[in-house]
């Protein structure tokens, strides 16, 4: 694994292979690799419209032509050939071990002697269907490897984008640590998960610990039926220095309903002490939030109690400690 990711470096990012076969190359050499190089795009792309079974046997001679023409731009880049004139079959057929000696395996091919050696132009047009179907993919899957193993680029432009790439793989790495960094050192939501319960339930409304299953952009996660002081207790289960609340409204509308509405404090779930009452209106995106610089509960419930009747609605609490 370690040979993998070393070998994954070295050439994606360093692109030392790369910059070792274009300082390989001379600058006439270049040129002529990179005109042989388009000339074989060329019949490739015109191939590639050719599909019909009609056009089989024009859509192999071009493929061909493509083949003899990447063979002799490796030879070229090799000071092997002038690249003057393109190689002719049995010759370009005869330079692939090479190839495969210098550059790597090369991918299957072995079918592909016969029509690529062939100087008879009818004979990829006597192809049987299901032969030719078998045979394109081998054939333009060495075409696109051939394609790829040619070096047309200078030294120093293969230099520029190694810096690039570099600067690009450092600042996404930078990006990556800080958001480690940033989740690492993120307060926990101590309410998280946490057993929760309310006075009421409105019908077919989520169970009160929706108010702590850490979703907040849903319509609501409790809703109480519309009575007198109805509330909504969360249960930390155990004691914890508290720095702060933080209540999402409910996403759905109708977030003036369940104001005012009271944030109380506990530490044995029967007697309360009122840290704060909201009256104006808050959101998702803007939620309602209660500094408690340190102050010791295990419970905390929201409460109206300033009006006669009233429900409550809310998407999430959370809760974070000292």
């Known amino acids: 694994m370690r040979a993998f990711l070393r070998e994954i470096f070295s050439e994606r990012f360093l692109m030392r292979r790369a910059e070792r076969r274009a300082r390989a190359c001379a600058l006439d050499q270049r040129g002529r690799v990179r005109f042989l190089l388009g000339a074989a795009r060329a019949r490739q ?179 109480t039926l519309v009575e007198p002081r109805p509330w909504v207790e969360i249960d930390l289960e155990s004691s914890h220095a508290l720095s702060e609340v933080v209540v999402y409204n409910r996403s759905d509308g109708y977030q003036t309903e369940s104001l005012p509405l009271t944030l109380e404090l506990s530490a044995d779930g029967n007697d309360w002490t009122e840290v704060g009452t909201r009256h104006e209106v808050y959101s998702v995106s803007a939620p309602w939030r209660t500094k408690l610089d340190g102050r010791r509960a295990r419970y905390l419930r929201l409460i109206i109690s300033k009006k006669d009747k009233g429900y409550i609605a809310v998407s999430e609490v959370e809760v974070f400690g000292k």
Request: net charge positive; charged share 25%.
């Open 45 to 223: 792309r015109a191939a590639g419209g050719l599909r019909s079974p009609q056009e089989i046997g024009p859509a192999f001679r071009l493929l061909a032509e493509a083949f003899a023409l990447l063979v002799t731009a490796h030879a070229t880049a090799r000071g092997e050939t002038d690249g003057e004139r393109a190689l002719a079959p049995k010759e370009a057929w005869g330079k692939l071990p090479a190839l495969a000696e210098s550059l790597g395996a090369l991918p299957e091919h072995g079918a592909l002697e016969r029509l690529l050696t062939s100087t008879e132009p009818l004979d990829a047009d006597r192809l049987a269907p299901r032969e030719a179907l078998a045979l394109r993919p081998e054939l333009e899957g060495l075409l696109s490897w051939l394609t790829r193993q040619l070096e047309v680029r200078t030294p120093t432009r293969i230099r520029v984008y190694r810096v690039l790439r570099l600067t690009a793989a450092g600042a996404a790495l930078l990006t990556l640590l800080v958001a480690a960094l940033a989740w690492a050192l993120a307060p926990t939501n101590l309410a998280l998960g946490k057993p929760a319960r309310a006075s009421s339930r409105y019908p077919r409304t989520p169970d009160p610990t929706g108010a702590t299953d850490g979703v907040r952009g849903r319509g609501y996660g409790v809703h």
